[in-house]
């Protein structure tokens, strides 16, 4: 298979674990809609999250994103498709920082002209750990700012599929870091909006993104 084919599963890595509980209050349950962009130096991302938090003690969601990677060495552009779902656990503590723990599964489609010319099929899936550290600072009554790093670790296996059905497989092991710098603004129902710029670093690739997010809280108990 070919090394570049390879190159494009550290995209699949996510580029903003949006969890919504840390923006909760603890006890509370809630929604989370998000979506956004990322770019690094030969690729750009559009992503979205929609996610369930019950007493900001568990938590699940799923990702979806498309990624289009117009780097040369690729020949013609390759966009991938993928999806992945996650759970996730929290501990969350208002005094100090407070941690995430959580786990992913992920699937991915490639497609480009390339691989459509030679009748290849190329598909990637991955299983992904990841450990969330974040504290909450109050700017304003209504304003406040959650820095976050992610540590994470991602099993990738990619396959290549010819028109014979004859298969080439490859195993990838990354890990990751990612920080953020989320700035939270609640309205009078205790909703909130969310803004968050993060950067990732993997495989010697650096990857920013924007995203934006609405929280929508149900019930403290």
Request: proline content about 4%; hydrophobic content about 35%.
């Amino acid at each position: 298979m070919k090394t570049h084919f390879i190159c494009l599963l550290l995209l699949l890595i996510p580029t903003s674990i949006f969890c919504q509980g840390e923006y909760l209050k603890p006890g509370q349950s809630g929604q989370i809609f998000s979506i956004g962009y990322s770019k690094d130096e030969g690729a750009r991302s559009y992503f979205g999250t929609a996610g369930f938090s019950y007493r900001t003690k568990f938590e699940c969601g799923v990702d979806v994103g498309r990624t289009t990677s117009p780097k040369p060495e690729f020949g013609s552009k390759i966009q991938t498709t993928g999806i992945a779902p996650y759970i996730a656990f929290h501990d969350k503590n208002e005094e100090y920082a407070s941690f995430i723990m959580g786990i992913n599964r992920e699937w991915a489609t490639h497609s480009s002209k390339d691989l459509d010319n030679e009748d290849l099929k190329l598909s990637s899936n991955s299983y992904g750990v990841f450990l969330k550290l974040y504290r909450e600072f109050s700017v304003s009554t209504r304003t406040s700012v959650v820095p976050y790093v992610v540590f994470g670790y991602d099993m990738i296996k990619s396959t290549l599929e010819d028109d014979n059905g004859s298969k080439n497989s490859d195993d990838q092991n990354v890990r990751s870091f990612d920080i953020g710098l989320p700035l939270t603004y609640t309205n009078r129902d205790g909703n909130k909006v969310v803004a968050l710029p993060a950067m990732v670093y993997a495989k010697k690739n650096v990857t920013f993104s924007v995203s934006i997010g609405f929280v929508f809280s149900g019930t403290r108990i």
